[in-house]
T-cell receptor, first 112, second 116 residues
Framework: QKEVEQDPGPLSVPEGAIVSLNCTYS??????FMWYRQYSRKGPELLMY????GNKEDGRFTAQVDKSSKYISLFIRDSQPSDSATYLC????????????FGKGTTLSVSS | ETGVTQSPTHLIKTRGQQVTLRCSSQ?????VSWYQQALGQGPQFIFQ???????GRGNFPPRFSGLQFPNYSSELNVNALELDDSALYLC???????????????FGPGTRLTVL
């Protein structure tokens, strides 16, 4: 079993839809949870960062962490064609500046 | 833009050769991490350097080695290249230091290595 599982998709939605992206993990020691967005042939770009359990909102993006279920989510409201990218979940044990364990990434396509 | 740059953008090598990839971190970032991202996969942690010392290593063989310099630049060296080394190599910089619980990593655009 991989430490971090993420459905690779692809996921296709119309513009304006609400998108839900998810990851599960097996290591209960993970405390720091991140979502990165990666456009084709580019490096990952940090979208959201959460410490421990709870919700965090930033504009159209909401990150949720449920440590009891070892499950994290990213919600995108009012999705736009510019949101079309690969979304990677990442997590670490000590702090976000140390070794990150990534999921496989989910490819999202938003059509206009 | 993250302020993290990498060179070269693309590289083609043959099996058995050696390669050096370069990264320039954000000014003030004492930690650099290197990741390997195979096609269709998430990045995999290779190793991390903090103030020029190796500070953690993932499940990669010793032929993957690195250096970090005082001027916020760093190198990833790979010896005896294998076909499976073909991937996007990413470096990421962060402030580092145990007290920075909110520290995050900023990635460069990557170097795409093809081994023939």
């Amino acid at each position: 079993q991989k430490e971090v599982e993420q459905d690779p998709g692809p996921l296709s939605v119309p513009e304006g839809a609400i998108v839900s992206l998810n990851c599960t993990y097996s290591n209960s020691a993970f405390q720091y949870f991140m979502w990165y967005r990666q456009y084709s042939r580019k490096g990952p770009e940090l979208l959201m960062y959460t410490y421990s359990s709870g919700n965090k909102e930033d504009g159209r993006f909401t990150a949720q962490v449920d440590k009891s279920s070892k499950y994290i989510s990213l919600f995108i409201r009012d999705s736009q064609p510019s949101d079309s990218a690969t979304y990677l979940c990442a997590m670490s044990v000590d702090q976000a500046g140390t070794a990150l364990i990534f999921g496989k990434g989910t490819t999202l396509s938003v059509s206009s | 833009e993250t302020g993290v740059t990498q060179s070269p953008t693309h590289l083609i090598k043959t099996r058995g050769q050696q390669v050096t990839l370069r990264c320039s971190s954000q000014s003030g970032h004492n930690t650099v991490s290197w990741y390997q991202q195979a096609l269709g996969q998430g990045p995999q942690f290779i190793f991390q350097y903090y103030r020029e010392e190796e500070n953690g290593r993932g499940n990669f063989p010793p032929r993957f080695s690195g250096l970090q310099f005082p001027n916020y630049s760093s190198e990833l060296n790979v010896n005896a290249l294998e076909l499976d080394d073909s991937a996007l190599y990413l470096c990421a910089s962060s402030h580092g230091g145990l007290a920075l619980s909110t520290d995050t990593q900023y990635f460069g655009p990557g170097t795409r290595l093809t081994v023939l």
